[in-house]
């Protein structure tokens, strides 16, 4: 029993210290209630990369009309708030099908992006792979609440 014991203390431990990836980061979650409301006629758009330790760790820069707004990494999550109007949501990424989206957003809209890897499409048929493959999923609010609590939210 005492061994059982000892070994769920050290799996805890080990996935405390899987969850905790971005220490310095607080956690969305907490940080949520005391974000500022978006100003009236904006809309707010979060954009976010779960936690895959098995993906790469180097983030990604993200674009609203091929313009940078933030950086994107493994387990983060980034919001902006912008005028309503015609948005191409993009990141820096070795090319992929369709993996962009181009939506149109209203004032007091909240939309979420998930920044997904596909780090082995780069490396498909060839040699040595060319970086790596990102791409943007538009995200049901209530799953997209579910998944970002854990993040480690990066000022807006």
């Known amino acids: ?10 799996f805890a431990l080990a996935l405390a210290g899987c969850i905790a990836q971005n220490p310095t980061l607080p956690v969305f979650a907490t940080a949520a209630p005391t974000l500022p409301p978006p100003a009236p006629g904006m809309a707010r758009l979060f954009f976010y990369r779960l936690l895959e330790p098995s993906q790469p760790t180097l983030g990604t820069t993200v674009m609203l009309n091929e313009k940078p707004v933030g950086f994107s990494r493994n387990g983060t999550v980034l919001y902006r708030d912008v005028p309503a109007g015609g948005y191409f949501v993009s990141v820096a990424s070795y090319p992929y099908p369709y993996q962009f989206k181009t939506v149109q ?17 780069s490396c498909v048929g060839k040699s040595s792979c060319r970086g790596d493959t990102f791409v943007v999923a538009i995200v049901d609010p209530a799953q997209a609440r579910a998944e970002i609590a854990p993040l480690g939210l990066i000022s807006g």
């Open 1 to 10: 029993m005492r061994i059982a014991r000892r070994l769920l203390v050290v």
């Open 105 to 121: 957003v209203a004032a007091g809209q909240i939309w979420y992006f998930r920044i997904e890897s596909l780090s082995s499409w």
